[in-house]
């Protein structure tokens, strides 16, 4: 199932990935997280990235999500150089308002969110001056967000905290082409 949000600048597609709960649980146990973040916990595999006032370095893909985003690869409309992955630890744990840098992207390419482990919503705003316009869009585990580039100049996003809820981890697949370093080349596709 598909559904479109941000006057179209975002597609939801749901049940992508089933087997969700299990990646997530082998995530959490084998990805270094960093905690130079307050709100939640971070990781990055591939070409350097930036945000945020974090810099992550080149770093090897861990086997399982390189093998996720080849799988992904069609729907994405890109082949990944970069997974920037957020760990949820629970409800307390969230993500302020943002637009993503979209410059250092390869033109005509957006970003993709695939959620595993518990459900939240994200925010979306658009407007100024006059005026915000508000939608949630809620993210269940194994679903993949479609964001497109020219969304990110009109909406901001964020995932605010919540009561109580469990784990979750998102990764925000990119075609980085700008980085501060030379990246290791991309593997190839078995």
Request: glycine fraction near 10%; hydrophobic fraction near 40%.
């Amino acid at each position: 199932m598909t559904a479109t949000y941000a006057d179209g600048g975002c597609a939801l597609l749901t049940q992508v990935l089933p087997d969700h709960q299990a990646l997530l649980e082998r995530l959490i146990d084998e990805v270094v997280w960093s905690t130079h973040m307050k709100a939640r916990q971070t990781a990055s595999m591939g070409v350097p990235y930036n945000y945020g006032g974090a810099s992550y370095p080149v770093a090897e893909w861990h086997p399982a999500v390189w093998a996720i985003a080849l799988m992904l690869e069609e729907r994405l409309g890109f082949r990944a150089t970069n997974c920037l992955l957020n760990l949820y630890r629970g409800g307390q744990n969230s993500m302020g308002w943002h637009a993503d840098d979209v410059s250092i992207l390869e033109p005509g390419t957006g970003i993709g969110i695939l959620s595993l482990g518990a459900e939240r919503a994200l925010g979306l705003r658009s407007g100024g001056p006059e005026g915000f316009h508000y939608e949630d869009l809620p993210l269940p585990g194994g679903s993949l967000l479609l964001m497109s580039a020219e969304m990110q100049a009109r909406w901001r996003h964020r995932v605010r905290r919540v009561t109580e809820c469990g784990p979750r981890i998102s990764l925000s697949f990119r075609h980085i082409v700008r980085w501060p370093e030379t990246p290791p080349p991309v593997p190839p596709r078995d």
